[in-house]
């Protein structure tokens, strides 16, 4: 079946006994044991496994085209149940613009935890091939980057990290697998974090993480989720799965919306720069072509001036709400170093957009606007 099908009733294939259309809500956290302690079904404790995280995690495991998936209450929670599935004293090599979230994770919790970290430009394969060392044990990929853009080679990068005897994790928050599929181009593990597109809607926090294969790796990300605790509630999950049957239709309409308005401010004589993957000026365009199918919806931009005259142009906004995080059905803008705190390296000059789902024409009023000097 196609994706779009997939991500309707996928929810509804682990509900196998079930007349339900949609699946119930499965509150109880606990569940029926006998006197010796033994689990009636597979149920026991719903931090371990409850009926409405199998059925979410069955459903990113079908988008995302792997063999298991392990959900958690956040993006970052997700980045850290991978990164605490090594050992302390590993080695590994990171996007240098990476989310500033996951900058301060590897930073400030995995550091002192013992992880070694290096992060680096990966745009160039010849850079992360010199920083690979005996003791490198994973290379995280982010591609399209936030809020830079940069777009990685997720084929070669994966292929570096096999020859080194590591892993390749993907962050596939901003492309989503309607977008772009990791593992199918060689990937291990993709992440993501749920509060964006798969949520949709600005209500949910949650992330996962996807496997390509089960193994000694996932078991760990398993144990990490279990007895690290980060789960997220069978509501959310409930929620999650509901979100994911309009993912597709969402998808196609911020890369439409996007592309549009990447156009339109690479026309403008205002902006001095727009970083949007599906624009041929963009470096990464060839590649990007090469490993996504959309571009998704998700713009960077510079405007001409600095600081001072990027929230000034924010301020002006009439439709397009000032924000951080994205994903949502409704257009959110920030200036980003300002989100981003004191170790940001993102030009004061720039504006990234979440493109939402409004008619684009009305977008381009509101930013022809915001625009105008
Ligand atoms: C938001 C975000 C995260 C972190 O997710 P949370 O759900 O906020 O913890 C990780 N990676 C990317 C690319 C993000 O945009």
């Known amino acids: ?71 958690f209450s956040s993006g970052v929670a997700a980045a850290a149940g991978v990164l605490q599935a090594l050992s302390p004293g590993d080695h590994i090599i990171i996007p240098r613009d990476v989310y500033a979230g996951n900058r301060m994770l590897v930073n400030k919790l995995m550091k002192p935890w013992g992880l070694q970290a290096d992060f ?47 892993v390749a994790c993907v962050d596939n928050t901003w492309p989503t697998p309607f977008n772009q599929l990791p593992l199918n181009l060689g990937a291990d593990l993709v992440v993501h974090s749920t509060t964006k597109y798969f949520g949709g809607h600005s209500d949910i926090l949650g992330g996962a993480v996807v496997t390509r294969e089960k193994g000694p790796l996932f078991d760990k990300i398993r144990f990490n989720q279990q007895i690290g605790g980060a789960v997220p509630s069978p509501d959310d999950c409930w929620m999650l799965a509901r979100s994911t049957r309009t ?37 990464g365009h060839e590649v990007a072509r090469k490993q996504m ?44 170093r300002s989100s981003e705190g004191p170790d940001s390296e993102t030009p004061e000059n720039l504006i990234r957009i979440s493109v939402g789902l409004e008619h684009p024409d009305d977008l381009l009023e509101d930013l022809d606007q915001a625009l105008e000097a």
Do not use: C
């Open 293 to 336: 199918s959309g571009y998704g919806g998700m713009i960077s931009f510079l405007v001409d001036g600095g600081r001072k005259e990027a929230i000034k142009i924010i301020g002006r906004s009439k439709l397009i709400s000032r924000a951080t995080s994205l994903g949502g059905v409704e257009s959110t803008w920030e200036h980003r």
């Open 247 to 283: 993912l597709a239709y969402r998808m196609r309409g911020h890369n439409e919306n996007a592309g549009r308005l990447a156009r339109y401010l690479e026309d403008h004589p205002g902006i001095t720069e727009v970083y949007y993957p599906g624009l041929e000026s963009h470096a």
């Open 1 to 71: 079946m196609r994706k779009e099908t997939e991500a309707i009733h996928a929810a509804m294939e682990t509900a196998n006994d079930s007349v339900d259309i949609v699946p119930p809500v499965h509150r109880s956290t606990v569940y029926e044991i006998d006197s010796e302690g033994r689990a009636e079904g597979d149920w026991h404790y719903t931090r371990l496994e409850n009926p409405n995280r199998v059925q979410w995690e069955h459903v990113l495991k079908v988008m995302e085209e792997g063999e298991a998936a392990a959900a």
């Open 120 to 166: 680096i430009d990966m745009t160039d394969l010849t850079t992360i091939e010199e920083h690979i060392r005996a003791d490198t044990r994973l290379i995280w990929i982010e591609t399209p980057s936030n809020p830079m853009m940069n777009i990685m080679d997720i084929t070669s990068i994966s292929e570096l990290a096999h020859a080194n005897d590591a």
